[in-house]
Every structure is written in structure tokens, then in C-alpha cells.
């Protein structure tokens, strides 16, 4: 059975920034924060699902392989508190790269699980992620 990692990311925005910032900015401190071992995919880009606040407090827990190339495939939603919170977060998800895992120096695909929850909303009235880190 392959080993799953979790990815674990929690949508904070409002609770991280005691003023608005920009997207951008909580996607770097996600990047610099991730767990760097070999054996696990680093995320290197990152984008962030907008939705609405009528999606706050909820969930979206998916499973993907991060291919030998640093993209994501093989989606699966694992769980979701509604349908079209889980279509953005997946979106947004595919267009995130990574450094692949690494076995004996060289790129493999690793499966991984990414639990994303929804808080705190921004002045715009529009949620963002806020990726916290890589957990094994």
C-alpha cells in the first residue's frame, strides 16, 4: 500500500492579518514554511480558490499524486461540505506545482492528501487560502 502525506492547509486569512494582504503574500509564507525532505513533493507554486463567504466552515479534503514532473493529477474528493467548493479548491489545486519526491536522487510520483477548510473571512466579503505547511 503507497504511503499518503498529508498536506495539510487550512484557509486562514482574516485570523493570520490583523490588515488585509494580498493573496500572493500568504502563498509565500505557505511556500517557506513546507516541509523540504526528499521524500516528500514541495509545493513551489500555489494558488488560492476565491469563494464566497457563504462557504465559511467548510470542507474540502482531497487526494492526489504529484507526478515525477511536480504537477498534480489523479484528483479525488475524499470529502466535501459542498460541490462547488470542492470544484474551486480542485481548480485551484491543479495549478499548483511541485518539486517531486525523490527516491535514490531521482523524481517519483507520491500520493498525497490535502484536508482545506474554510475561516475567517477578508474585508472584501471573499475567502482565500492560506496554506499552512506539509505534515507527514
Known sequence: MK???KLVVLLIVGALLSVAASAST??????????????VPVPVTVVSPAVGPEFQGGLVQLEFVV???GKPAEFSIK????DVLATAVVKAVKQ???QPA???????????????????????????????RWSN
Open 3 to 5: 504511503a499518503v502525506n
Open 26 to 39: 500568504l502563498e509565500q509564507t505557505y511556500l517557506e514554511s513546507c516541509n523540504k525532505d526528499p521524500g
Open 67 to 69: 507526478d515525477a514532473l
Open 79 to 82: 470529502f466535501a461540505s459542498d
Open 96 to 98: 499548483w506545482r511541485f
Open 102 to 132: 525523490e527516491v535514490d536522487g531521482k523524481p517519483v510520483a507520491k500520493k498525497v492528501m490535502l484536508p482545506v477548510r474554510v475561516v475567517d473571512p477578508v474585508e472584501s466579503g471573499t475567502r482565500f487560502a492560506a496554506f499552512d
